[in-house]
């Protein structure tokens, strides 16, 4: 912290555990008594635990909504009324792909990204009246243009309030993921489970962008007069988010004559929950005809 304060002028180093209400109070009026106000709040806080849903105990799975939905909704609650009073204000909030489809393997981890989108979109609706804006930025496979954060078993100093943190785990470390190892079901090389752990494993070799590049365009989107709700970066995340909104779309049209048939009288079924499909109208029919 001190080293950026040295090189930048206008830098305010300051330690913020998003799980703790008071150090996230703390790093906002500190802000605002430093620079006078606040523009922009990036929020790249998080991590996930790797391992099946079976596998990964309350602990681990409390942890994650802590960090990742409960940090952001402390981040918002305690930084709205600054924006509400300026009436200007804007929230870039990483998600993840995972906030938009299911992974293997990151079961929890995806719930918090699912939480966490559908709270940014609702706030949205709630706050639009203020001209506060929020952008959740959902990137793909990212390198994080360090080889010696990809993959490393070291254990990370506490750093929060109570002398407890997610990286001193003495799991193994690929990226922001902590590894469980899987019990015996979800052991097998090829098992569901363990795609998350492959596709990172993956990544050592391949790199397919750059968290740096990613950086830089976010912070265009900190200037950007009408920001997305969502920005996705990088052609793993596109096509992946793509693929998976076709795929609803087609179930959806497969299923839709199961539904619940609504509006005209005539043209549903009789007293059975699902029996007001296509069939209802000629077996309405058929009857008639046996009557005469």
Not at 152 to 175: C, I, K, R
Not at 183 to 206: E, I, N, Q, V
Not at 238 to 267: A, H, M, N
């Amino acid at each position: 912290m001190k080293k950026l304060e040295e090189e930048h002028e206008n830098c305010l180093g300051l330690l913020c555990d998003v799980r703790a209400r008071e150090t996230v109070h703390q790093a906002i009026d500190r802000t605002i008594q430093c620079f006078g106000r606040i523009d922009i709040i990036a929020n790249c806080a998080g991590y996930g635990v790797i391992g099946s849903c079976e596998d990964q105990d309350e602990y681990d799975i409390r942890d994650q909504f802590e960090t990742n939905f409960t940090g952001t909704l402390n981040i918002i609650q305690l930084s709205l009324p600054h924006f509400r009073e300026r009436r200007a204000g804007r929230y870039l909030i990483f998600s993840s792909t995972s906030g938009a489809l299911g992974v293997p393997g990151l079961g929890p981890y995806c719930a918090s990204k699912y939480a966490v989108e559908g709270l940014m979109e609702s706030m949205l609706y709630e706050v639009d009246g203020f001209n506060i804006k929020a952008t959740l930025v959902e990137p793909g496979h990212m390198r994080r243009d360090d080889p010696g954060d990809l993959v490393s078993a070291e254990l990370v100093p506490p750093s929060s309030s109570d002398g407890v943190h997610h990286l001193s785990s003495p799991l193994p470390l690929y990226g922001h993921f902590l590894v469980k190892p899987p019990s015996d079901p979800y052991s097998t090389p090829t098992a569901p489970a363990a795609h998350a752990k492959r596709m990172l494993m993956w990544l050592a070799d391949k790199q397919p962008a750059s968290a740096v590049k990613a950086a830089y365009l976010v912070w265009q989107l900190g200037h950007c007069s009408y920001p997305p709700l969502r920005l996705v970066l990088g052609t793993y995340a596109v096509e992946s988010i793509r693929d998976r909104l076709k795929c609803i779309i087609e179930e959806i049209e497969d299923w839709k004559y199961l539904s619940f048939p609504t509006g005209d009288p005539q043209t549903s079924g009789g007293g059975g929950g699902g029996g007001g499909g296509p069939s209802a109208g000629p077996a309405r029919e058929t009857a008639s005809q046996d009557q005469e």
